[in-house]
């Protein structure tokens, strides 16, 4: 007994586009499914590539931080984030002072610094600018490798690919982070005191009461975790991008541009979800009077 085939006169068309609907979710789920097994191959690759890896993890981290060795041009994540710190405490200071003072409020610019560049801004911040900066150019280099032929090369010698082209990456950004997102919070706090004690009409001591009451130490932990798991998602979508990359240079170019598309969403999505796990939905300040 055989199924029947007859499509009646004139639904071939709604028929094609059923099946093209259906096709879209298994698709969907199959390229996720792809993408978890990478990011299981790269985790678990973690001991392996410490134990065989270190002098290849040592150099990406070097190349990671600074570049080639010029901070103006071609230089690494460092000059970067400097910059984005110290703009994004500027900007705070500003706005959130000429806002405040509206309603006569201007003291309390320390207690939008203290809450919204730790919990917020700052890790979104430096993961976007490590994105852009670093993450792209994992993408670049590693797409580089595959269309090259390196990554069969390093397959034919008995070098595990995925831990030295990738876990090694994913090792050097998380440590690399650190030092560079808590020296980019620092620069934010700093830029913003000067920005509100200089052309503000407050004290710079009204400015450090209001902000040192606000400021937790666990914001600043949490504030860090949120950074390095922002990071670490990042690396592995440029690595993940740049390994299957397809297409020649032309196919590269592509792959970053999909891979900072990508990231720039899970940042955010990652942000809204940590924050909701972290602090919930009540932060439990109340400003009355």
């Known amino acids: 007994m055989t199924v029947a085939r007859y499509t009646p006169p004139g639904t071939a ?10 096709r879209v979710p298994l698709g969907l789920v199959e390229h996720l499914g792809h993408q978890l097994t990478f990011v299981w191959q790269v985790l678990v690759a973690i001991p392996h590539t ?6 290849q993890t040592m150099i990406v981290l070097t190349d990671i931080t600074w570049g080639s060795g010029n901070l103006v041009v071609g230089g690494g994540t460092v000059s970067v984030l400097v910059i984005l710190g110290v703009a994004v405490g500027s900007s ?5 002072y000429n806002a405040l003072n509206l309603v006569g409020m201007g003291p309390l610019t320390g207690f939008i610094s203290a809450y919204a ?17 670093a993450g792209c150019r994992m993408t670049a280099e590693i797409g ?8 069969d090369a390093l397959e034919v010698v008995g070098i595990r690919s995925i831990p030295f082209v ?34 503000g009409d407050q004290s710079s001591g009204t400015y450090d009461h209001y902000f040192s009451a606000f400021l937790q130490p666990s914001d600043l932990l949490y504030s860090l975790l949120k950074a390095t798991i922002f990071v670490g998602a990042v690396i592995m ?3 993940y991008q ?4 397809t297409g020649g240079p032309e196919g590269v170019g592509r792959a970053s541009g999909r891979a900072i598309r990508a990231s720039l969403i899970v940042i955010v999505v990652l942000d809204m979800i940590l924050t909701v796990v972290i602090w919930g939905v009540d932060v439990g300040i109340r400003i009355s009077g």
């Open 13 to 22: 068309p709604l028929v094609r586009g059923g099946k093209r609907i259906a």
């Open 50 to 55: 410490l134990r065989a890896y270190r002098r």
């Open 92 to 96: 705070i200071g500003i706005e959130g």
């Open 117 to 133: 560049s730790t919990r917020e801004l700052a890790p979104m911040i430096a993961a976007i600018g490590f994105a852009s900066q």
């Open 144 to 151: 580089a490798m595959r269309i090259s032929e390196e990554i």
């Open 166 to 199: 990738v876990t090694t990456r994913v090792i050097a950004g998380v440590v690399t982070i650190i030092p560079l997102y808590l020296l980019t919070l620092i620069l934010s706090y700093v830029s913003c005191a000067f920005i509100v004690a200089a052309f």
């Open 237 to 239: 979508i440029h690595g």
């Open 242 to 245: 740049g390994y299957y990359a």
